[in-house]
């Protein structure tokens, strides 16, 4: 049998997505923050969560304004991606620091980032505190996709190469493997 170590609790689920969430304010100002502990949490109606600590700038916006929009970054600015995750929004305007222009979304007051190949709109229905970061389940409003990176109506992966991230880490993905049903298929 092979020796496994044993290690203590921690958060070792990887590797999971690096996104770019952005979130307005009540008097309209906006933010962008990086975010890895994000997820689909539900198919109909669709829903992601994000979680924020407290202290996070975008906290007391999401508290404010109950809405958000997930940007799924590509690898050619994980750079700019780094950078929303290490200033604060309290200091810095991180729109004009990654040089992001700011696209309309269509059911929420936060914007779209133009360099984001795919935008996600949320509400909040739901908030979780769970010790040092609150958990928002967002139901999906509306999705955007750039047409550079569809082929046959679907999003093809090795146009829009996606970010991810592991412990301390940002990585690519590698090649695809199969389809889903692949094992089973007659
Ligand atoms: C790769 C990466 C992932 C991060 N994931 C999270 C996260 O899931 N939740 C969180 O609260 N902060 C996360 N952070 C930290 C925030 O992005 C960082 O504290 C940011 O400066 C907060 O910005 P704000 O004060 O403008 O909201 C992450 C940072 C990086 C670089």
């Known amino acids: 049998m092979q020796l496994k170590k044993q290690k203590s609790p921690y958060t070792a689920l990887f590797p999971v997505p690096a996104v770019l969430v952005t979130a307005a304010s009540g008097d309209g100002k906006d ?6 502990w994000v997820g689909t949490v539900n198919s109909e109606p669709p829903m992601l969560s994000i979680s924020v600590r ?3 700038h975008t906290h007391r916006l999401l508290e404010e304004t109950g809405e958000f929009v997930v940007n ?6 994980v750079r700019e991606v780094d950078m929303c995750g290490m200033v604060s929004g309290k200091d810095e305007d991180k729109f004009s620091l990654c040089g992001f222009k ?6 929420v007051r936060a914007p779209l980032i133009d360099r984001c190949p795919v935008n996600i709109e949320c509400v909040v229905r739901n908030r979780l505190s769970l010790g040092s970061h609150d958990m928002y389940i967002g139901e999906i409003l509306a999705v955007h996709v750039d047409e550079a990176i569809l082929e046959g ?4 992966l090795n146009k829009m190469k996606p ?3 592991a412990p301390g880490e940002y990585w690519s993905l590698g090649e695809k493997l199969s389809t889903m049903g692949f094992s089973v298929k007659k």
């Open 31 to 36: 933010n962008i923050v990086t975010l890895a």
């Open 54 to 56: 407290q202290s996070r």
């Open 72 to 77: 799924l970054p590509g690898t050619d600015i």
């Open 102 to 107: 700011r696209q309309p979304a269509s059911r």
């Open 153 to 156: 109506g679907r999003i093809d």
């Open 163 to 165: 970010l991810a991230y």
